[in-house]
């Protein structure tokens, strides 16, 4: 049985201490909060500390705080020559403070605490230092997802900018969708069919394949009446750029 | 029982034939392709033409080909004073002909033909020029739909538009986020579950709510190690242009 501990209690805390209590392979055996009584509803009191010195030597500890906290809780630890992985997608393995072996368990999703999700879905990126390492965080990792993968540090930093492009600014265009509906008294409900199937497409196609709409076409007359009818400079700067680069790659191709 | 057409073979008109089929509701009478064999697998061979002349003057004639084309089809109609719509987000309702009564029936989604989807989810958006013949494609609409609405011209070009960054935008991010898990090396895989979750988000949440990363953060570190790893000056620009929007976005609520 691998003894883990998580630090913080954010949405991905919050989400990983649902998750391992949920499996029995792994035992949780602490968990530190600032302010333990934001995790009270996950975890019974006497496993929660808010006193970095009462941290017990688990097999893995998971820093799971804010990118820039992550450093300085590392170095808070009070035991040295274990395992202590963070869960960020842009800091790296050496961020963490070198008296407890480094890695990494960054767990690829958007996370809200009010919804609630499945881990076992969500694919689960490690590095370590040794192969040993390596194992624990995979037995680990296993126990919650069905999808882990290996990742170096230069991938990872990749996979995070990627995700930024499919989720972030994804959903900053339904933001986009949201306001031009509101502004013409439409219900942004007409468009979440839409959203989904856009979604589900790319599980069977290539984007490539699933590209469609007036700049896949080269329509320039409906590119034409689109821009004119946009009023917002912020909407046509992003509506010119994008059907410039959805033309120019189907150049490339 | 009202009595339908189709004129068309392309991604709506087969998935229109597949959805009228399916409902007992709803006679299809007749359909329209240049090449019948293109529609063969969907129809009996005696129900389709490829001769204007021998269309039959039915309760509804729906032109489901390529905006271009709508205004010359509609002129190609051998009957006068009946139902005729086409199914296009951006042509005016007056491009039809006006021998016949005029109307939109714009099914809301991205068609491919190698992908099933089920109509029963899709919204359809109907316009006509009175109430008699509103209430003909509100039935033919309720039909093979859940949602239907109520759209006047302007709205339905907002709509487009709004699709256009939901849906074809939303997919060349989808084409990006490709793109750099190729140039190192990782599987796009890794990605979907977040694709899935952004999407499913927003069915619960409103965009703004859903907003994560970097630029909702303000996190001007992260974004610029991003801004720094991204070689191709198009997926710098876009990044660039998003993030600035989203911060902007910030500053507006």
Known sequence: MIRVSIIGSGNVAQHLIQAFSKTTDIELVQVFARNVASVSHLIPIEKTTSDFGELKDVDLTIIAVTDDAIEEVSKEIPFSNKLVVHT???????????????????????????????????????EAKNEQDFRTLETVANAISNTVYKINS???????????????????????????????????????????????????????????????????????THLNFLKDDNQKEIYKLLTKSIIDNGKKL
Do not use: W
């Open 154 to 224: 230069e991938q990872r930093k990749a996979l995070h900018i990627a995700a930024v492009f499919v989720s972030n600014f994804v959903n900053h265009l339904y933001q986009i969708g949201n306001d031009i509906c509101i502004e013409n008294d439409l219900s942004f409900d007409i468009l979440k069919p839409l959203i989904q199937e856009t979604a589900n497409k790319i599980l069977m196609l290539s984007p490539n394949e699933a590209q469609t709409g007036p700049a896949k076409r080269k329509d320039t007359q409906i590119i034409n």
């Open 88 to 126: 960020s997608g842009s800091v790296s393995i050496e961020s963490l403070d070198c008296k407890n072996q480094q890695g990494v368990f960054y767990p690829l999703q958007t996370f809200t605490k009010s919804k609630e999700i499945s881990f076992e879905g969500i694919p689960i990126c490690i």
